[in-house]
């Protein structure tokens, strides 16, 4: 009942990674909506992980970077052709070195890009442009450890505030 109920539920996260001169970590899939556009490493959320994971993830296949979150800096939610809820969750997250590894199955390319030279890109994420405005000081942080009873039978459990 549950699988049904939730089938056309979409739960995505993407990371933005700014290296130490301030540019952007930015893709180019071979698939999707996004094909052959530049944006954030982005995929779906597994069944078996919380979103911070998932972003680390998929930022560490993509690309092969390693991060930390820093904490959540945006969600976009929208509802395709009156039918799938498509949700994406989107992080600020801290690079530990930034030597790339691309994912060729499913990327073109990725590269660090300025902020301002993806503004002159005529093949980019529409959302990359509204990231240039964000502030870090309203980005909302990870409360991890804490449980919220045991009759949910949590596995893993935490709070963005």
């Not at 556009?37 to 911070?52: H, I, Y």
Request: proline residues 2%; neutral net charge; contains cysteine.
């Amino acid at each position: 009942m549950k699988k049904e109920r939730c089938k056309d539920v979409w739960l995505a996260v993407a990371g933005l990674v700014i290296s130490d001169e301030g540019k952007w970590l930015v893709v180019k899939k071979k698939y999707g909506g996004l094909k052959g556009m530049w944006s954030l490493p982005a995929g779906f959320v597994n069944k078996n992980e919380t979103v911070d994971e998932a972003v680390i993830r998929e930022v560490r296949e993509e690309t092969g970077i390693a991060a930390k979150i820093e904490g959540l800096i945006g969600v976009r939610s929208g509802v395709i052709q009156d039918e799938i809820s498509d949700n994406m969750l989107i992080f600020l997250l801290k690079a530990d070195r930034f030597e790339l590894t691309v994912q060729l199955d499913e990327l073109y390319e990725a590269r660090f890009f300025a902020p301002e030279a993806l503004l002159k890109e005529p093949n980019r994420s529409m959302m990359l442009e509204h990231f240039l405005s964000f502030k870090k000081e309203r980005m909302q942080t990870i409360l991890d450890g804490i449980n919220p009873g045991n009759q949910f039978g949590y596995t893993s459990y935490k709070l963005f505030m």
